[in-house]
């Protein structure tokens, strides 16, 4: 089926990238070519998405091997999805079955196409050589006989011994105790004194009941101390400012701040850093941002509506769903940006010129005035455009498939490899555009 996904498979495309790693001997020569040189999702005839496998958590050149391995692939498509929570980045795999024909803009992918040059196999083993017999020993010398005794000569005397014999033990001796002499007087007992009388020992009193053992002293359970609680984040310079109608001019740093449902309404922010800040719901209704930065920044379902948003840094910023109607965008960086369902009606898009790989698909973009503004690989599908006006804009590889154009006009404008696949263009104008 199309795009299915499902755990078994993965487990069994990772045992599978395991195996190949382990036990492939003969290896192809590939080469991996973007289609057409450009960057995008793959697509087969009639840009569709075509039969294809995902697989999560792999790196690009685990996904190259895979497709490697199964010889009825022939395309990948690798993509790095950030998380919208910010800090993990998604690794998806996907191995295509149908030839590609082209690319489509699509945030974060690449597609790769597959082309085998050769194999290389490898060497056969050695032949195994012919065992050489163990060489024979040398042979024994023959045995000599000892010569024969001469007659001429005296048999050999015995070799006289070194030490003398012992000589024989001695019998012992008996023993005899010595006599004593008699005593000149007799022997006569000491007398001995009568010893004393003892009184009688007293009578024992009757036996008493033993007493019953004591109970084991108690004592008051002794309080265990506080469990350590977890320390706070490090406190930002200038958190205390954070009410409406506030002045940030002497503290411009709300870095990674935790800004949640903040009040900020008519607040002087200019050149303010909001990196990594989290802003989610917050209202920043008539604040002044000129210059801010958000810089990978959480703006979802915010309230900025009526904000000059001259140079300001939207890079890899998430706002999906936050209304930024009648907010005046001048050469603003929305490179990276999720926009995704967001509110822009009556905006000013006007000098904008690193406007790279945004998603700004289902975005609400009735009555936009776009002059001079420069989009690349830009995700507009399900937009809505109706009665906005662009002139002398370029849109370079992007998407506006089933976007909705109705009483546009469009006058001096490029459309360069876009696809406006189900635009609907009722009573649009196009005066000098080059589709």
């Not at 998380?83 to 790769?112: D, N």
Request: charged share 10%.
């Amino acid at each position: 089926s199309e795009g299915m996904y499902s755990s078994g498979f993965q487990q069994i495309m990772h045992l599978l990238l395991f195996a190949v790693q382990l036990c492939s001997a003969q290896k192809a020569i590939l080469r991996w070519d973007l289609p057409a040189g450009r960057i995008g999702g793959c697509r087969s005839v009639g840009n569709n998405w075509g039969n294809f496998q995902e697989v999560w958590d792999v790196t690009l050149k685990a996904c190259e091997d895979l497709c490697a391995f199964v010889p009825h692939c022939v395309a990948i498509e690798y993509t790095t999805l950030p998380s919208s929570a910010g800090g993990a980045v998604y690794q998806r795999c996907e191995l295509h079955w149908v030839k590609i024909t082209h690319v489509l803009p699509v945030p974060g992918a690449t597609c790769y196409k597959k082309t085998v040059l050769g194999m290389i196999y490898p060497p056969p083993p050695p032949s195994p050589l012919p065992l050489r017999p163990p060489p024979s020993p040398p042979p024994l010398p023959p045995l000599v006989p000892p010569p024969p005794a001469s007659p001429l000569l005296p048999p050999p005397s015995p070799i006289p011994s070194p030490l003398p014999a012992a000589p024989p033990l001695l019998p012992p001796l008996p023993f005899k105790p010595p006599t004593l002499p008699p005593l000149p007087f007799p022997l006569s007992p000491v007398p001995q004194p009568p010893s004393p009388m003892l009184p009688p020992c007293p009578p024992l009193p009757p036996s008493m009941p033993s007493p019953a053992p004591l109970p084991p002293p108690s004592y008051p359970p002794v309080p265990l101390p506080p469990a350590t609680p977890p320390l706070p984040p490090p406190p930002n310079p200038c958190i205390d400012l954070v009410y409406p109608f506030s002045d940030f001019t002497t503290c411009p740093n709300l870095r990674n701040a935790q800004l949640q449902h903040a009040k900020l309404m008519n607040s002087n922010m200019a050149v303010v850093d909001f990196a990594g800040a989290n802003l989610s719901m917050a209202d920043l209704t008539g604040a002044v941002l000129t210059g801010a930065s958000f810089h990978g920044s959480i703006l979802d379902f915010a309230t900025i509506p009526g904000v000059s948003m001259v140079n300001v840094n939207f890079t890899g910023a998430s706002a999906m769903g936050t209304h930024f109607s009648g907010s005046h965008f001048e050469s603003s960086v929305l490179t990276n940006a999720d926009f995704k369902s967001a509110d822009l009606s009556d905006v000013q898009l006007m000098n904008l010129r690193e406007t790279n790989h945004a998603n700004l698909s289902g975005a609400t973009l009735d009555r936009v005035n776009v002059m001079q503004a420069t989009f690349s690989s830009v995700d507009f599908s399900r937009c809505k455009f109706r009665e906005s006006t662009f002139i002398d804009a370029k849109f370079e590889s992007c998407g506006l498939d089933y976007a909705d154009l109705t009483g546009a006009k469009i006058e001096n404008t490029q459309f360069i490899e876009s696809y406006l696949i189900g635009v609907n263009a009722a009573q649009a104008e196009f005066l000098s555009t080059d589709l």
